[in-house]
């Protein structure tokens, strides 16, 4: 037991590395070199720049913004994200905490309110991983 829990370990933590799409996706770096992220504030609950980017990457010169509007696209994977969100909701409050369905459906909607900002992000950092892939090579070339 101990043993897979290490091997499930040290997976989880390559996936985290740079490298791996999970990395650009959680940390919001530049899809392509993982090197800086692609926001000018971090933090996404910094509410007045959620939605501000980086023109391009200062270290492999990728531009994020690949065509007009192209950001609209990730609106369709905010929509799987904020599922995937409220069912994790409903699952921690009504199998796990035993709350009753009503108050399971007050604790989807909070979670969905307060994890917005988040969702927004990773739904676009999804959205760019899709089109641009990483390339150990990029940060260099420039
Ligand atoms: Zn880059």
Same mark, same amino acid.
């Given at each position: 037991m101990k043993s897979t829990n290490t091997v499930l370990s040290r997976k989880l933590l390559q996936m985290l590395k740079k490298g791996n799409k999970l990395y650009s996706i959680l940390t919001g770096? =530049?899809? @392509? =070199? /993982? #090197?800086? #992220?692609m926001y000018l504030e971090k933090n996404p609950y910094k509410l007045g720049k959620l939605f @501000? %980017? /980086?023109e391009r990457c200062s270290h492999c010169n990728t531009k994020y913004k690949i065509e007009p509007s192209f950001f609209?696209? $990730? %609106?369709y994977v905010s929509y799987g994200v904020g599922v995937a969100f409220a069912v994790a909701a409903f699952v921690i409050s009504f199998?796990?905490?035993g709350t009753s369905l009503f108050t399971s459906f007050i604790a989807i909607v909070g979670t969905m309110i307060v994890f917005l900002p988040v969702i927004i992000r990773l739904s676009r950092n999804i959205w760019i991983n899709f089109f641009v892939h990483y390339d150990p090579? $990029? $940060?260099k070339k420039k």
């Open positions: 770096t =530049c899809p @392509k =070199c /993982h #090197s800086e #992220s @501000k %980017m /980086h609209y696209g $990730a %609106m199998l796990f905490i090579n $990029a $940060a």
